[in-house]
């Protein structure tokens, strides 16, 4: 894969994080509309500050650094981002106008325990940990890779914190 080729494909993912953005709007809407209540407010710049991070860093870092596309590793690892897009795509269905980028809780509204939410409390944050270092690593963008999963993982803590006393005050 030339580096030309895994730009574009950033820019894909770019692209569709950007739709994602006008979905998370909408079910915003709609979530308020019914008396949705939003937290953790604060968390959400570095939240999009790490994922453009991820984006922007990944091609950095395959351009800058020269990083080889090496087959037996990165076409496993166009699998497994592809498998990415199909569970996040599930986690979305699954929601349905609930989800969002945000954290908004429709007050006594339950759980969702229907498609991924039946075996996972949180299936699309295992998405964004694989994609966070699949993506890079799909040409060898090591550094970027390791950067973002460190990172992310302490905002996840923040975030599922967050999630978490938003879901229990809300079904309380």
């Known amino acids: 894969m030339s580096r030309r080729w895994y730009t574009a494909l950033v820019v894909l993912v770019g692209v569709e994080r950007l739709a994602e953005l ?95 939410y039946r075996l996972l409390d949180h299936p699309n944050y295992a998405v964004v940990v694989l994609e966070g270092a699949a993506l890079p690593l799909v040409h060898s963008a090591w550094i970027t890779a390791a950067a973002f999963t460190v990172a992310d993982a302490a905002l996840l803590r923040v975030r599922l914190r967050t999630e978490r006393e938003a879901l229990r005050k809300a079904t309380a």
């Open 22 to 116: 006008v979905v998370s709007r909408r079910n915003a809407a709609w979530a308020f509309a019914r008396g949705g209540v939003e937290t953790g407010r604060g968390h959400l710049p570095a939240m999009m500050v790490l994922h453009t991070g991820l984006l922007a860093g990944s091609v950095a870092e395959v351009w800058l650094a020269r990083r080889p596309f090496v087959p037996r590793v990165g076409g496993p690892l166009l699998a497994v981002l592809a498998g990415c897009q199909a569970v996040r795509y599930w986690c979305i269905h699954a929601l349905g106008p609930r989800w969002n980028t945000r954290v908004i809780v429709v007050p006594g509204m339950p759980p969702v325990r229907t498609g991924p």
